[in-house]
Protein backbone atom coordinates (compact mmCIF):
# COMPACT_ATOMS: atom_id res chain seq x y z
CA UNK A 1 0.00 0.00 0.00
CA UNK A 2 2.84 2.15 1.16
CA UNK A 3 4.99 1.65 -1.88
CA UNK A 4 1.76 2.06 -4.63
CA UNK A 5 1.52 5.74 -2.78
CA UNK A 6 4.95 6.27 -3.34
CA UNK A 7 4.96 5.32 -6.89
CA UNK A 8 1.78 7.45 -7.40
CA UNK A 9 3.80 10.65 -5.70
CA UNK A 10 6.93 10.09 -7.54
CA UNK A 11 4.46 10.16 -10.90
CA UNK A 12 2.71 13.15 -9.86
CA UNK A 13 6.01 14.73 -8.70
CA UNK A 14 7.38 13.71 -12.56
CA UNK A 15 4.27 15.65 -14.12
CA UNK A 16 5.03 18.45 -12.44
CA UNK A 17 8.98 19.06 -13.44
CA UNK A 18 7.85 18.01 -17.25
CA UNK A 19 4.56 20.37 -17.01
CA UNK A 20 6.42 23.52 -15.01
CA UNK A 21 9.54 22.97 -17.52
CA UNK A 22 6.88 23.59 -20.55
CA UNK A 23 5.67 26.45 -19.04
CA UNK A 24 8.99 27.84 -18.29
CA UNK A 25 10.08 27.35 -21.96
CA UNK A 26 7.22 28.66 -23.72
CA UNK A 27 7.36 31.96 -21.53
CA UNK A 28 11.43 32.20 -22.76
CA UNK A 29 10.40 32.31 -26.55
CA UNK A 30 7.09 34.68 -25.40
CA UNK A 31 9.98 36.88 -24.52
CA UNK A 32 12.09 36.48 -26.94
CA UNK A 33 9.09 37.38 -29.90
CA UNK A 34 8.52 40.31 -27.03
CA UNK A 35 12.01 41.44 -27.78
CA UNK A 36 11.76 41.61 -31.47
CA UNK A 37 8.12 43.05 -31.60
CA UNK A 38 9.60 46.81 -33.29
CA UNK A 39 9.98 44.18 -36.61
CA UNK A 40 13.27 42.52 -36.00
CA UNK A 41 14.14 39.89 -38.37
CA UNK A 42 12.96 36.14 -37.02
CA UNK A 43 15.98 34.20 -35.03
CA UNK A 44 14.39 30.59 -35.92
CA UNK A 45 16.92 30.45 -38.71
CA UNK A 46 19.69 31.82 -36.30
CA UNK A 47 21.99 28.68 -36.47
CA UNK A 48 21.72 28.40 -40.08
CA UNK A 49 25.13 27.53 -41.70
CA UNK A 50 26.21 30.10 -43.78
CA UNK A 51 27.42 29.80 -47.51
CA UNK A 52 30.40 31.82 -48.69
CA UNK A 53 29.88 34.69 -51.00
CA UNK A 54 33.20 34.64 -52.26
CA UNK A 55 32.74 35.74 -56.19
CA UNK A 56 35.35 35.20 -58.47
CA UNK A 57 36.13 36.78 -61.47
CA UNK A 58 35.63 34.65 -64.78
CA UNK A 59 37.80 36.94 -66.67
CA UNK A 60 40.90 36.64 -64.97
CA UNK A 61 42.35 32.84 -64.23
CA UNK A 62 44.72 34.29 -61.90
CA UNK A 63 41.70 34.76 -59.32
CA UNK A 64 41.60 34.21 -56.38
CA UNK A 65 45.85 35.83 -55.66
CA UNK A 66 46.69 35.22 -52.73
CA UNK A 67 49.88 36.95 -50.74
CA UNK A 68 51.08 36.00 -47.64
CA UNK A 69 53.08 38.33 -45.35
CA UNK A 70 53.82 38.04 -40.93
CA UNK A 71 51.86 34.80 -41.09
CA UNK A 72 49.00 36.42 -42.47
CA UNK A 73 46.89 35.53 -45.92
CA UNK A 74 45.30 38.09 -48.19
CA UNK A 75 43.85 37.12 -51.29
CA UNK A 76 42.00 39.37 -54.21
CA UNK A 77 38.84 37.62 -54.95
CA UNK A 78 37.77 39.69 -57.87
CA UNK A 79 38.34 43.15 -59.60
CA UNK A 80 36.32 44.90 -62.08
CA UNK A 81 36.42 48.51 -63.18
CA UNK A 82 33.22 50.90 -64.03
CA UNK A 83 34.07 54.00 -66.06
CA UNK A 84 36.69 55.53 -64.19
CA UNK A 85 36.92 53.20 -60.55
CA UNK A 86 38.86 50.33 -60.37
CA UNK A 87 37.09 47.57 -57.21
CA UNK A 88 38.52 45.25 -55.90
CA UNK A 89 36.96 42.54 -53.35
CA UNK A 90 39.86 41.64 -50.95
CA UNK A 91 39.51 39.06 -48.47
CA UNK A 92 41.60 39.03 -45.11
CA UNK A 93 41.76 37.32 -41.78
CA UNK A 94 40.32 38.96 -38.50
CA UNK A 95 42.85 37.95 -35.55
CA UNK A 96 40.41 39.02 -33.12
CA UNK A 97 37.79 40.52 -32.50
CA UNK A 98 38.07 44.25 -32.92
CA UNK A 99 37.31 46.02 -36.17
CA UNK A 100 40.30 45.47 -38.84
CA UNK A 101 40.46 47.43 -41.41
CA UNK A 102 43.12 47.25 -44.89
CA UNK A 103 44.63 50.52 -44.20
CA UNK A 104 47.63 52.70 -46.21
CA UNK A 105 46.11 51.46 -49.80
CA UNK A 106 47.33 52.18 -53.08
CA UNK A 107 46.79 51.11 -56.69
CA UNK A 108 49.88 51.58 -58.60
CA UNK A 109 49.76 52.46 -62.36
CA UNK A 110 52.48 52.94 -64.86
CA UNK A 111 54.28 54.17 -61.50
CA UNK A 112 51.95 56.76 -60.06
CA UNK A 113 49.75 56.15 -57.05
CA UNK A 114 46.36 56.56 -56.73
CA UNK A 115 44.56 56.72 -53.28
CA UNK A 116 41.57 54.54 -51.98
CA UNK A 117 38.87 56.20 -52.72
CA UNK A 118 36.33 54.07 -50.59
CA UNK A 119 35.65 50.80 -48.80
CA UNK A 120 32.55 48.43 -48.46
CA UNK A 121 32.15 45.50 -46.14
CA UNK A 122 30.98 42.50 -48.67
CA UNK A 123 31.10 39.93 -45.45
CA UNK A 124 32.64 39.69 -41.85
CA UNK A 125 32.88 36.37 -40.44
CA UNK A 126 33.18 37.44 -36.73
CA UNK A 127 35.70 35.32 -34.74
CA UNK A 128 33.88 32.92 -32.36
CA UNK A 129 32.11 33.09 -29.24
CA UNK A 130 31.00 30.26 -26.90
CA UNK A 131 31.22 28.04 -30.29
CA UNK A 132 29.40 30.45 -32.62
CA UNK A 133 30.41 33.15 -34.94
CA UNK A 134 28.38 36.02 -36.34
CA UNK A 135 27.94 36.19 -39.94
CA UNK A 136 27.37 39.94 -41.59
CA UNK A 137 27.11 40.04 -45.59
CA UNK A 138 26.16 42.55 -47.23
CA UNK A 139 24.22 42.08 -50.77
CA UNK A 140 22.10 45.12 -52.96
CA UNK A 141 22.30 46.93 -50.10
CA UNK A 142 21.20 45.26 -47.24
CA UNK A 143 23.32 43.81 -44.76
CA UNK A 144 21.96 40.52 -43.24
CA UNK A 145 23.08 39.27 -39.74
CA UNK A 146 23.04 35.29 -38.65
CA UNK A 147 24.94 33.27 -36.25
CA UNK A 148 26.57 30.27 -37.79
CA UNK A 149 28.67 27.36 -35.48
CA UNK A 150 32.08 27.88 -35.56
CA UNK A 151 33.96 27.02 -38.37
CA UNK A 152 37.22 27.80 -37.11
CA UNK A 153 37.73 30.84 -39.46
CA UNK A 154 36.98 34.53 -38.99
CA UNK A 155 37.83 36.86 -41.92
CA UNK A 156 36.66 40.03 -43.31
CA UNK A 157 35.98 40.61 -46.94
CA UNK A 158 36.03 44.13 -48.54
CA UNK A 159 35.48 46.39 -51.31
CA UNK A 160 38.40 48.76 -52.02
CA UNK A 161 37.23 51.72 -53.95
CA UNK A 162 39.86 53.72 -56.62
CA UNK A 163 38.87 56.52 -58.55
CA UNK A 164 40.39 58.33 -61.42
CA UNK A 165 41.79 55.41 -63.13
CA UNK A 166 42.81 55.43 -66.51
CA UNK A 167 40.19 54.05 -68.54
CA UNK A 168 42.07 51.70 -70.57
CA UNK A 169 43.62 49.93 -67.14
CA UNK A 170 42.35 46.53 -68.61
CA UNK A 171 45.44 47.15 -71.10
CA UNK A 172 47.73 48.37 -68.51
CA UNK A 173 50.09 47.02 -65.56
CA UNK A 174 48.71 47.59 -62.07
CA UNK A 175 49.31 46.49 -58.75
CA UNK A 176 47.30 46.64 -55.43
CA UNK A 177 49.42 47.71 -52.49
CA UNK A 178 48.13 47.01 -49.04
CA UNK A 179 50.70 48.12 -46.32
CA UNK A 180 48.93 47.46 -43.28
CA UNK A 181 45.86 45.91 -41.31
CA UNK A 182 44.66 48.39 -38.40
CA UNK A 183 42.41 49.05 -35.73
CA UNK A 184 40.97 52.25 -34.23
CA UNK A 185 39.65 51.93 -30.77
CA UNK A 186 35.44 51.90 -30.44
CA UNK A 187 33.82 55.07 -29.62
CA UNK A 188 34.16 53.79 -26.02
CA UNK A 189 37.64 52.92 -25.87
CA UNK A 190 39.62 55.53 -26.40
CA UNK A 191 40.43 56.51 -22.39
CA UNK A 192 41.93 53.57 -20.70
CA UNK A 193 44.60 53.77 -18.36
CA UNK A 194 47.21 52.14 -20.49
CA UNK A 195 46.43 54.07 -23.97
CA UNK A 196 46.54 57.22 -21.91
CA UNK A 197 50.27 56.43 -20.33
CA UNK A 198 51.71 55.35 -23.61
CA UNK A 199 50.67 58.72 -24.85
CA UNK A 200 51.25 60.76 -22.10
CA UNK A 201 55.32 59.24 -21.11
CA UNK A 202 56.99 59.81 -24.20
CA UNK A 203 55.47 63.01 -24.37
CA UNK A 204 56.61 63.84 -21.09
CA UNK A 205 60.14 62.86 -21.94
CA UNK A 206 60.51 65.19 -24.90
CA UNK A 207 58.78 67.95 -22.96
CA UNK A 208 58.89 67.86 -19.31
CA UNK A 209 55.95 69.15 -17.89
CA UNK A 210 53.22 68.80 -20.93
CA UNK A 211 50.04 67.34 -19.69
CA UNK A 212 47.78 65.11 -22.08
CA UNK A 213 43.84 65.33 -21.71
CA UNK A 214 41.92 62.06 -22.91
CA UNK A 215 38.06 63.66 -23.70
CA UNK A 216 35.56 60.62 -24.16
CA UNK A 217 32.15 62.16 -24.45
CA UNK A 218 28.79 62.07 -26.19
CA UNK A 219 29.70 62.64 -29.44
CA UNK A 220 33.38 62.95 -29.29
CA UNK A 221 36.67 61.13 -28.37
CA UNK A 222 40.10 62.30 -28.89
CA UNK A 223 43.37 63.40 -26.97
CA UNK A 224 44.69 66.60 -26.75
CA UNK A 225 47.54 69.10 -25.28
CA UNK A 226 46.07 70.99 -21.90
CA UNK A 227 44.90 73.76 -22.95
CA UNK A 228 46.83 75.77 -19.78
CA UNK A 229 49.74 74.23 -21.11
CA UNK A 230 52.68 76.06 -22.61
CA UNK A 231 53.22 73.34 -25.09
CA UNK A 232 49.58 74.28 -26.70
CA UNK A 233 50.79 75.61 -29.39
CA UNK A 234 54.22 74.52 -29.99
CA UNK A 235 54.64 72.79 -33.35
CA UNK A 236 57.02 70.24 -32.44
CA UNK A 237 55.21 69.19 -29.55
CA UNK A 238 52.06 69.11 -32.06
CA UNK A 239 53.86 66.82 -34.10
CA UNK A 240 55.30 64.75 -31.90
CA UNK A 241 51.93 64.17 -30.50
CA UNK A 242 50.01 63.61 -33.85
CA UNK A 243 52.77 60.97 -34.47
CA UNK A 244 52.51 59.65 -31.00
CA UNK A 245 48.75 59.20 -30.85
CA UNK A 246 48.49 57.92 -34.32
CA UNK A 247 50.84 55.07 -33.31
CA UNK A 248 49.62 54.71 -29.95
CA UNK A 249 45.73 54.71 -30.66
CA UNK A 250 45.73 52.19 -33.94
CA UNK A 251 46.74 48.74 -33.37
CA UNK A 252 48.29 47.53 -36.50
CA UNK A 253 49.71 44.28 -38.32
CA UNK A 254 52.84 45.80 -40.87
CA UNK A 255 52.66 44.38 -43.82
CA UNK A 256 53.12 44.70 -47.11
CA UNK A 257 51.03 42.69 -49.31
CA UNK A 258 51.28 43.01 -53.48
CA UNK A 259 49.25 41.79 -55.86
CA UNK A 260 49.83 42.70 -59.94
CA UNK A 261 47.68 42.55 -62.69
CA UNK A 262 49.29 42.54 -66.19
CA UNK A 263 47.74 44.07 -69.02
CA UNK B 1 5.64 8.24 6.55
CA UNK B 2 3.57 10.64 4.93
CA UNK B 3 4.57 13.36 6.11
CA UNK B 4 8.55 12.53 4.66
CA UNK B 5 6.51 11.76 1.48
CA UNK B 6 4.61 15.30 1.60
CA UNK B 7 8.62 17.14 1.96
CA UNK B 8 9.76 15.18 -0.42
CA UNK B 9 7.72 16.27 -2.97
CA UNK B 10 7.90 19.72 -1.81
CA UNK B 11 11.49 19.50 -2.79
CA UNK B 12 10.90 17.84 -6.24
CA UNK B 13 8.22 20.65 -6.86
CA UNK B 14 10.83 23.61 -5.81
CA UNK B 15 13.86 21.86 -7.78
CA UNK B 16 11.00 21.93 -10.86
CA UNK B 17 10.34 24.93 -10.43
CA UNK B 18 14.06 26.49 -10.67
CA UNK B 19 15.25 23.74 -13.11
CA UNK B 20 13.31 24.68 -16.47
CA UNK B 21 14.61 28.49 -16.09
CA UNK B 22 18.14 27.56 -15.52
CA UNK B 23 18.45 25.35 -18.53
CA UNK B 24 16.93 28.05 -20.56
CA UNK B 25 19.12 30.76 -19.39
CA UNK B 26 22.14 28.91 -20.41
CA UNK B 27 20.92 27.77 -23.30
CA UNK B 28 19.37 30.13 -25.43
CA UNK B 29 19.36 33.66 -23.27
CA UNK B 30 18.76 36.20 -26.56
CA UNK B 31 21.68 38.71 -26.16
CA UNK B 32 19.36 41.50 -26.99
CA UNK B 33 17.94 41.47 -23.72
CA UNK B 34 20.93 43.01 -23.11
CA UNK B 35 20.72 46.25 -25.24
CA UNK B 36 18.87 48.76 -26.77
CA UNK B 37 17.36 47.07 -30.87
CA UNK B 38 16.30 48.96 -33.68
CA UNK B 39 13.98 52.03 -33.44
CA UNK B 40 14.85 51.52 -29.34
CA UNK B 41 18.56 52.78 -29.87
CA UNK B 42 17.34 55.60 -31.98
CA UNK B 43 18.96 58.85 -30.27
CA UNK B 44 20.96 57.63 -28.09
CA UNK B 45 24.73 57.70 -28.47
CA UNK B 46 26.16 53.99 -28.94
CA UNK B 47 28.38 54.41 -25.49
CA UNK B 48 25.79 54.58 -23.68
CA UNK B 49 23.67 51.74 -24.58
CA UNK B 50 27.34 49.69 -25.02
CA UNK B 51 26.20 49.31 -28.62
CA UNK B 52 29.80 50.20 -29.02
CA UNK B 53 30.92 46.80 -28.00
CA UNK B 54 30.61 45.11 -31.29
CA UNK B 55 30.63 48.19 -33.89
CA UNK B 56 32.25 47.67 -37.35
CA UNK B 57 32.56 49.84 -40.08
CA UNK B 58 30.70 48.71 -42.90
CA UNK B 59 30.82 51.41 -45.18
CA UNK B 60 33.75 54.07 -45.06
CA UNK B 61 35.20 56.90 -47.40
CA UNK B 62 38.35 58.71 -47.22
CA UNK B 63 38.22 62.65 -47.15
CA UNK B 64 40.55 64.03 -49.76
CA UNK B 65 41.35 67.87 -50.32
CA UNK B 66 42.97 66.70 -52.27
CA UNK B 67 45.29 64.82 -49.65
CA UNK B 68 43.66 62.55 -47.73
CA UNK B 69 42.35 64.29 -44.01
CA UNK B 70 39.99 62.16 -42.50
CA UNK B 71 37.78 59.10 -42.85
CA UNK B 72 33.91 58.86 -42.94
CA UNK B 73 32.48 55.58 -41.31
CA UNK B 74 29.05 53.93 -41.45
CA UNK B 75 29.20 51.99 -38.33
CA UNK B 76 27.06 49.24 -37.20
CA UNK B 77 26.26 47.16 -34.27
CA UNK B 78 24.97 43.83 -34.51
CA UNK B 79 23.75 43.76 -31.06
CA UNK B 80 21.70 46.84 -31.44
CA UNK B 81 20.85 46.53 -35.06
CA UNK B 82 21.53 50.33 -35.24
CA UNK B 83 23.75 52.78 -37.47
CA UNK B 84 25.45 55.55 -36.90
CA UNK B 85 28.22 58.29 -38.46
CA UNK B 86 31.97 58.52 -37.41
CA UNK B 87 34.32 60.74 -39.21
CA UNK B 88 38.09 60.44 -37.77
CA UNK B 89 40.73 63.19 -38.60
CA UNK B 90 43.96 62.07 -39.85
CA UNK B 91 45.36 65.41 -39.88
CA UNK B 92 45.07 68.25 -37.21
CA UNK B 93 43.25 71.77 -37.51
CA UNK B 94 40.08 71.30 -39.36
CA UNK B 95 36.87 71.58 -38.14
CA UNK B 96 34.99 68.20 -38.81
CA UNK B 97 31.21 67.74 -38.87
CA UNK B 98 29.43 64.83 -39.96
CA UNK B 99 25.44 63.16 -40.18
CA UNK B 100 24.32 60.14 -40.29
CA UNK B 101 21.21 60.10 -42.83
CA UNK B 102 18.53 57.58 -42.54
CA UNK B 103 15.00 57.92 -41.38
CA UNK B 104 15.86 60.05 -38.74
CA UNK B 105 19.02 62.47 -39.49
CA UNK B 106 21.57 63.61 -36.76
CA UNK B 107 24.41 65.34 -36.75
CA UNK B 108 27.80 66.29 -34.73
CA UNK B 109 29.89 69.17 -35.54
CA UNK B 110 32.91 70.18 -33.49
CA UNK B 111 33.18 73.77 -32.63
CA UNK B 112 36.48 73.92 -32.85
CA UNK B 113 39.51 73.05 -35.22
CA UNK B 114 40.81 69.24 -33.64
CA UNK B 115 43.45 67.13 -33.79
CA UNK B 116 44.49 64.36 -35.73
CA UNK B 117 42.90 60.99 -34.56
CA UNK B 118 40.53 62.96 -32.66
CA UNK B 119 36.52 61.97 -34.05
CA UNK B 120 33.20 62.85 -33.99
CA UNK B 121 30.53 60.32 -34.02
CA UNK B 122 26.76 60.87 -34.39
CA UNK B 123 23.46 59.27 -32.12
CA UNK B 124 22.25 55.93 -33.46
CA UNK B 125 19.52 55.32 -36.07
CA UNK B 126 17.66 52.16 -36.71
CA UNK B 127 19.00 49.97 -39.22
CA UNK B 128 15.82 48.81 -40.44
CA UNK B 129 15.96 51.57 -43.15
CA UNK B 130 18.28 53.18 -45.62
CA UNK B 131 21.10 54.55 -44.74
CA UNK B 132 24.71 56.01 -44.67
CA UNK B 133 27.27 58.39 -43.58
CA UNK B 134 28.69 61.72 -44.51
CA UNK B 135 31.45 63.57 -43.50
CA UNK B 136 33.14 67.02 -44.38
CA UNK B 137 36.17 69.03 -43.09
CA UNK B 138 36.99 72.61 -43.38
CA UNK B 139 40.29 74.61 -42.03
CA UNK B 140 38.77 77.89 -41.72
CA UNK B 141 35.08 77.44 -40.10
CA UNK B 142 32.49 75.42 -38.43
CA UNK B 143 30.97 72.80 -40.63
CA UNK B 144 27.68 73.54 -41.44
CA UNK B 145 25.13 70.51 -40.35
CA UNK B 146 23.66 67.99 -42.15
CA UNK B 147 26.64 67.20 -43.82
CA UNK B 148 26.17 65.91 -47.98
CA UNK B 149 29.29 65.28 -48.91
CA UNK B 150 31.82 62.42 -49.00
CA UNK B 151 29.03 59.97 -48.35
CA UNK B 152 29.41 56.51 -47.98
CA UNK B 153 26.66 53.89 -49.65
CA UNK B 154 23.31 53.28 -48.18
CA UNK B 155 22.72 50.58 -46.34
CA UNK B 156 19.44 48.54 -44.79
CA UNK B 157 19.52 45.98 -42.42
CA UNK B 158 17.47 43.12 -42.58
Given at each position: MIKKRYFQIVAIALFIVGAAYIVSTTFQSVGAINDDS??????????AKASPTEVISD??????MAVTKEGLTLEVLDYRWVENEALFDVKFPLVDERDWQLKNVYLEIDGKQYPLWATTMVEVVEPAVDGEQVVLRYENGIVKDEVIADTGKAYRIDTLTFGD???NLDKLDFMLVIKEISTTPNE?????PDIIKSIQNPMEEAFPGIEIVCISEPGFDGFGI?????????AEALSLFDTIVNRVLNARIIGLWQFSFGG | MQKKMIHIVFVIMLVATLLPSSIAGAA?????LYYCSYSGC????APHQDC??????VGAIYIRI????GLNELRYSENCHSYWARTILYESGYYVGTTVDGPTDYSEASPAPLYAQQSIYTRMVTSASATRACGKVDDDHVVDVPVGVWCTIWHTNS
Open positions: DGSPSTDDALLDPYLPVPLGGYCKASDSTFVED | DEPKDTGYYDDDARNPDTV
